[in-house]
């Protein structure tokens, strides 16, 4: 399946807690950050995103933080369901050159026990 | 709720033949990419495309590589001699334009280089 080729960090987490998946992004320049949800066999889902000038913005169920310092960005899902359980991944761009190219993190499995 | 829609679901080809991937991006949207996931890695930025002409494209995206949007409601990718290395998933997105960066994506095509 999906783990040929590169070894996916995976979170396991128990139904009922919150989780917390966190990304690193490189570019400093970049002012527009993603959350997508890739459940096996789709195309990625959004979640959530936020802009630079942010530095936490909530959803239903998910908050993103961002942290512009350290180029840290992370996700936040609370009371985690089994059908949160898929990979995650964060993209970035860099909006004000008019680039919209996004470029993805290497992603996280979430897995979800019941 | 609107979506992105992709033909076929899974490709299988003979090196060196053409093939033409084919996407119905979400209708009012005027941004339209292409994206590419090898198995098991992160998604990878091919093309993207507006006003009828190419916006920006990755290194990957080489001269056996075209797109068209040949009506008003399709987007091809089209790979005039396919290679074993083009074997991937490929995903269209389209996002709406100025002030609406959130790309959706379609459920992808699986392409198969035998």
């Known amino acids: 399946g999906e783990s040929v080729g590169l070894h996916l960090p995976t979170l396991s987490v128990q139904e009922g807690d919150n989780s917390i998946i966190n990304c690193a992004y490189s570019?400093?320049?970049?002012?527009?950050f993603i959350w997508y949800k890739q459940e096996s066999g789709k195309g990625p889902q959004f979640i959530i995103d936020?802009?630079?000038?942010?530095d936490k913005r909530q959803g239903q169920r998910v908050t993103v933080l961002l942290n512009k310092t350290v180029k840290h960005l992370s996700l936040q899902i609370a009371a985690t369901q089994p059908g949160d359980s898929a990979v995650y991944f964060c993209?970035?761009?860099?909006?004000?050159?008019?680039?919209?190219?996004?470029?993805f993190g290497s992603g996280t499995r979430l897995q979800v026990q019941p | 709720e609107p979506e992105v829609t992709q033909t076929p679901s899974h490709q299988v080809t003979q090196m060196g033949q053409e093939v033409i991937l084919r996407c119905v991006p979400i209708?009012?949207?005027?941004?339209f990419y292409w994206y590419r996931q090898i198995l098991g890695q992160k998604v990878e930025f091919l093309v993207s495309?507006?006003?009828?002409?190419?916006?920006?494209k990755s290194e990957i995206f080489d001269d056996q590589f075209s797109v068209e949007r040949p009506d008003g409601s399709n987007f091809t990718l089209k790979i005039r001699s396919t290679k074993l290395e083009d074997s991937a998933m490929y995903f269209c997105?389209?996002?709406?334009?100025?002030?609406?960066?959130?790309?959706?994506f379609g459920p992808g095509t699986r392409l198969t280089v035998l």
């Open positions: 209708s009012n949207h005027l941004y």
């Open positions: 936020i802009r630079s000038n942010m």
């Open positions: 495309f507006y006003n009828n002409e190419i916006s920006e």
């Open positions: 993209a970035e761009n860099k909006r004000d050159t008019g680039r919209r190219a996004l470029t």
């Open positions: 570019n400093s320049a970049s002012d527009y």
């Open positions: 997105a389209s996002n709406g334009g100025i002030g609406t960066d959130t790309q959706y």
